[in-house]
C-alpha cells in the first residue's frame, strides 16, 4: 500500500513542510521590516508631509518673524531715544558749545534727522521669461536676471563718493557700521529682510550724485544687464525730503573664542 510520504506534493509530506518553514519565516520578516519602515517613518515626520521641505519652510517663517520683531524693537528703541533726549535737554551744566558740537556728531553719526534734496534710485529683479535684447549676448541664466549684492552696494558706495549727506536704503538709515548683505534673493539690512525693488535714496547735490553714479564702473556693469537683459534701473529726483534718523544699536557685536 502506497503511504502518504510517497508523494511530495501532500499536504502531510515532512519534507515539503521543511521547504515551507523557510518562506514563511522570510515573509515574516519582510512583513516584520515593512512594519518597522513605516513606524520609523511615522515617528521622523511626526505626522508632517516628508515630502515637504518643513525645515526650509520653518527656517523661512522664522526669518520673517525675527524681522517683524526686529522693526517692533526699533520703534520702541527710537522712542526710548527720543525720551533720553528730552531728559538731556534739561539744564545738565554744559555749555552752548558743548550742545553745539553734540549736535555736530549726532548729524555725522546718522542718529538725527536730515532734511535736503535727494535722489532716489531704484533696483529691480529682470522678468523671469527675460531674454538678450542685444546681438552677441547669451541667453540669460537665472543668475543675470536678479539684482546682487555687489549691485546694491555699488549704488550706496556711489552716493557717498559724490557728497551724499545722508543715505537710506528702503526705510533705514546707515550709518558708518551699516552692512549691505544678500541671501538669496533677499537684502537683509540690520536685522530686517527686504524683497525688491530696492530704493535707495540719498541727500545731496543731485548733480554730484548722478555724475558719481555715471562714472561707476560697478555701475557701468549693472547697466549692461540693464540694457541686455532688462534688470530694473530709475533714477528719481525727489525735491526736498527728510531722512530718518538711526534709531537701531550702535554698539559693536563680535565674535569670541570659546574657553
Request: proline share 6%; aromatic share 6%; hydrophobic share 35%.
Amino acid at each position: 500500500m502506497s503511504n502518504s510520504a510517497d508523494f511530495p506534493g501532500t499536504e502531510s509530506s515532512p519534507a515539503r513542510r521543511r521547504r515551507l518553514r523557510p518562506v514563511r519565516v522570510l515573509t515574516a520578516g519582510v512583513f516584520a521590516l515593512a512594519g518597522l519602515i513605516f513606524f520609523t517613518s511615522f515617528d521622523t515626520a511626526r505626522g508632517t508631509d516628508i515630502r515637504t521641505d518643513a525645515s526650509l519652510l520653518k527656517l523661512t517663517d522664522l526669518i520673517h518673524e525675527r524681522s517683524r520683531e526686529n522693526g517692533e524693537l526699533e520703534e520702541s528703541n527710537s522712542a526710548l531715544r527720543k525720551d533720553v533726549e528730552a531728559l538731556a535737554e534739561r539744564d545738565d551744566g554744559s555749555t552752548e558749545a558743548d550742545d553745539d558740537r553734540l549736535a555736530e556728531l549726532e548729524e555725522r553719526a546718522g542718529t538725527q534727522k536730515l532734511e535736503g534734496e535727494a535722489i532716489t534710485v531704484t533696483l529691480d529683479d529682470a522678468p523671469p521669461d527675460a531674454t538678450a535684447k542685444l546681438p552677441g549676448y547669451p541667453e540669460p541664466q537665472p543668475d543675470y536676471l536678479v539684482i546682487h549684492q555687489q549691485d546694491l552696494q555699488a549704488v550706496v558706495n556711489a552716493m557717498w563718493q559724490g557728497g551724499a549727506e545722508g543715505v537710506k536704503v528702503m526705510d533705514q538709515r546707515l550709518i558708518s557700521t551699516s552692512a549691505v548683505r544678500c541671501v538669496g534673493n533677499t537684502l537683509i539690512l540690520q536685522g530686517r529682510v527686504y524683497s525688491p525693488p530696492y530704493r535707495i535714496t540719498a541727500v545731496g547735490d543731485p548733480e554730484k550724485l548722478r555724475k558719481a553714479l555715471a562714472s561707476s564702473p560697478a555701475i557701468q556693469n549693472y547697466m549692461v544687464y540693464v540694457n541686455v537683459y532688462g534688470l530694473g534701473w530709475k533714477v528719481e529726483e525727489n525735491g526736498t525730503v527728510t531722512l530718518p534718523g538711526y534709531s537701531g544699536t550702535v554698539d559693536l557685536h563680535h565674535a569670541e573664542p570659546v574657553g
